[in-house]
């Protein structure tokens, strides 16, 4: 079962995906394709990084990266920092869903249960352990279940993934799951333009003059050449 058969079950307003800091290890091929999973189904995201007090100093250049990335100014999407273990962040991301239906996905142990289980303490959720020598989750949750947060606020917790397949979406249809894009999709010389190596590309002009980040840009042409 994947994200959209559970999202024809609730009517979702938007996805959170949740990543981890650290164990696991933050992956930034997943948090992209399901950024564009999400895109296309016509969905909000919203990026939440969990297990912030796993975190040092020296972390703190990967957040900058993210944020930057991802972020306002960069791809535009929320970004949240939290720690289900500490509560850091969690009032906000709280107060950021508040009337909504939003579905979580992320891999498997980034701690999508213990969000539930932090907003929500007499729930009997089940948390899972991480395999201690690669630092992965274990499936734990097996299906999707909502959980009604307060009034009009619900949570949906799915199983962990072990990746997000976009080989459903059509190349020429990647440039509209790229929110940042949509400004100047349209102004490029040929109109059929997949903002590659093509002459007169607007896409490619914002690029340049650092308007769109660069690594968005080079995640797109990635998953393009795919
Ligand atoms: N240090 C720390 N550990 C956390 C945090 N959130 C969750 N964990 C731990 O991460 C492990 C996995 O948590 P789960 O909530 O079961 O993860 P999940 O995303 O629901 O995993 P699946 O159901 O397998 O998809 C557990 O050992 C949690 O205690 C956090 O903020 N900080
Ligand atoms: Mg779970
Ligand atoms: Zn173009």
């Given at each position: 079962m994947g994200l959209s058969t559970q999202i024809i079950a609730a009517n979702v307003d938007m996805v959170l995906v949740i990543m981890s800091m650290k164990e696991p290890e933050f992956n930034n091929g997943f948090l992209n394709r399901a950024l564009v999973a999400a895109g296309w189904r016509g969905l909000r995201a919203t990026v939440v990084l969990n297990k912030m007090d796993l975190c040092s100093k020296q972390d703190g250049k990967l957040e900058n990266r993210i944020l930057s990335t991802y972020g306002p100014g960069g791809a535009g999407y929320p970004v949240f920092m939290v720690s289900c273990k500490t509560g850091l962040g969690t009032d906000e991301l709280l107060e950021h869903?508040?009337?909504?239906?939003?579905?979580?996905?992320?891999?498997?142990?980034?701690?999508?249960?213990?969000?539930?289980?932090?907003?929500?303490?007499?729930?009997?959720?089940?948390?899972?352990?991480?395999?201690?020598?690669?630092?992965?989750?274990?499936?734990?949750?097996?299906?999707?279940?909502?959980?009604?947060?307060?009034?009009?606020?619900?949570?949906?917790?799915?199983?962990?993934?072990?990746?997000?397949?976009?080989?459903?979406?059509?190349?020429?249809?990647?440039?509209?799951?790229?929110?940042?894009?949509?400004?100047?999709?349209?102004?490029?010389?040929?109109?059929?333009?997949?903002?590659?190596?093509?002459?007169g590309c607007a896409v490619k002009a914002k690029v340049d003059d650092g308007s769109i980040s660069e690594i968005r840009y080079g995640i797109y042409t990635n998953l393009m050449n795919e």
């Open positions: 869903i508040r009337g909504l239906t939003v579905v979580m996905t992320g891999p498997s142990g980034a701690g999508k249960s213990s969000l539930v289980k932090h907003y929500n303490p007499a729930l009997d959720v089940k948390i899972g352990n991480l395999n201690p020598k690669t630092s992965k989750g274990r499936h734990t949750t097996v299906s999707a279940m909502l959980i009604p947060l307060e009034k009009n606020t619900g949570l949906i917790d799915t199983p962990g993934l072990r990746m997000f397949s976009i080989d459903h979406i059509p190349r020429r249809e990647l440039q509209f799951c790229f929110p940042e894009f949509a400004d100047c999709i349209g102004n490029c010389r040929f109109r059929n333009c997949l903002h590659l190596s093509e002459p």
